[in-house]
């Protein structure tokens, strides 16, 4: 049997959205962007503002944002490939959102992240919290554009 890949990604400026696409190519995957059921708007993502919606968020450990849609078929994926920004050294609170809307048992989970300064930090380690199920949880990555060698080189390694 052939391993089923979801691509799902976050993505508020789009260059996690166009890694994500890139990746769901690639590896023959679907691809699912998580989108907030109320977008984010250029001063809800201002992070020097405190009182932003993204810093109020990122501030409250409890936030969930809400998701617009959801995937109707996860039980027929074998493999979910997640792909985020990293806000404030860790992956949004809607991955956090998305992560705890599924049953993942018997899945195996691999994450990637874009970054303009940091790395995969305590992200890739802080997710697991919330994953219900027996998963196998590959290392996080960060890959910042859709360069296709890279990206193999990749899902060589993870899948």
Not at 16 to 40: C, N, W
Not at 105 to 126: E, Y
Request: hydrophobic letters at 35%; charged letters at 25%.
């Amino acid at each position: 049997m052939a391993n089923k890949i979801l691509v799902a990604v976050f993505s508020a400026s789009g260059v996690t959205k166009k890694v994500g696409q890139e990746i769901a190519r690639i590896s023959g995957g679907d691809f699912f962007e998580i989108e907030p059921k109320e977008k984010y708007t250029k001063s809800d993502l201002n992070w020097l503002s405190r009182k932003s919606r993204s810093s109020v968020e990122m501030n409250d450990p409890s936030s969930r944002p809400e998701i617009a849609t959801s995937v109707s078929n996860m039980d027929e994926y074998d493999t979910v490939i997640i792909g985020f920004p990293i806000w404030w050294g860790v992956a949004p609170r809607i991955i956090e959102t998305f992560l705890e809307s599924y049953d993942f048992s018997g899945k195996t989970i691999v994450p990637f992240c874009t970054s303009g300064g940091s790395g995969v930090g305590s992200s890739d380690i802080a997710l697991h919290k919330n994953v219900r199920g027996n998963v196998r949880w590959k290392d996080g990555v960060q890959i910042n554009r859709p360069n296709e060698k890279t990206i193999k080189k990749w899902l060589e390694e993870v899948l």
